[in-house]
């Protein structure tokens, strides 16, 4: 079975441009996660999709930051524009749905941002 | 808010040696806890996961202890191979304030096993 993948791995941009970063979840997931660890601080929780629906997106910095899933398959998270803060590791992570209690996330290999 | 300590932040033991970590957390309302390894320039491995009405996970060489009532996880591998050597997050689920299914983290011991 294959595991959560993210594209691209790494990817350097200039300040004020747009990236956009895909993850794909592991088939049957519904749960899909966003999270990033910005330099030297802890990875912290950006949102969380229940299939195409977003449940909580607490964690978005700011506007600049959209994220979507269509289909509730895969998602993209895209910042536009860069800053040099948003600089780090954005993984994604995905579950299964549980009513009773909590299964495990597992979590992509991430994708570094560089933003310059 | 929840705020999860992990001490200490690195940690060096010749091969062998019994490694112990240690995972805090401010509020003990969680649904769960995970234990996750990272390699470097690596996504993140989960290790074990702890629903809060278990008191102990073990998995090979690695077993994981929660007190929930302390606020307190230590995850406990035996005797440590230099393969061991990453870096090990504890992350928790819920908490009082902190609904939904979101994982807060500690910052991670990072481990090097000595040959």
């Known amino acids: 079975e294959a595991g959560v993948t993210q594209f691209p791995s790494h990817s350097v941009i200039e300040k004020g441009q747009t990236v956009t970063l895909r993850c794909d979840p592991i088939s049957g997931h519904d749960n899909l996660y966003w999270y990033r660890r910005v330099m030297g601080k802890e990875i912290k929780f950006l949102l969380h999709f229940v299939k195409e629906s977003k449940q909580d997106e607490s964690g978005m910095p700011n506007n600049r930051f959209l994220a979507e899933r269509t289909g509730g398959t895969y998602s993209t998270l895209k910042v536009q524009p860069a800053e040099l803060e948003d600089s780090g590791v954005y993984f994604c992570a995905s579950s299964q749905v549980g009513h009773f209690f909590s299964y495990e996330q597992y979590f992509g290999p991430g994708t570094r941002l560089t933003v310059t | 808010k929840q705020e999860v300590t992990q001490i200490p932040a690195a940690l060096s033991v010749p091969e062998g040696e019994n490694l112990v970590l240690n995972c805090s957390f401010t509020?003990?309302?969680?649904?769960?806890l995970q234990w996750f390894r990272q390699d470097p320039g690596k996504g993140l491995t989960s290790l074990l996961l702890?629903?809060?009405?278990?008191r102990e996970q073990t998995s090979g060489r690695l077993n994981a202890s929660l007190d929930k009532s302390s606020g307190r996880s230590t995850l406990y591998i035996a005797a440590s191979q230099p393969g061991d050597s990453a870096t090990y997050l504890c992350?928790?689920?819920?908490?009082?304030?902190?609904?939904?299914?979101?994982?807060?983290f500690g910052g991670g011991t990072r481990v090097l096993v000595k040959p």
């Open positions: 509020d003990s309302a969680i649904y769960n």
């Open positions: 702890i629903q809060s009405s278990q």
């Open positions: 992350a928790v689920r819920g908490g009082i304030k902190a609904a939904g299914n979101k994982l807060t």
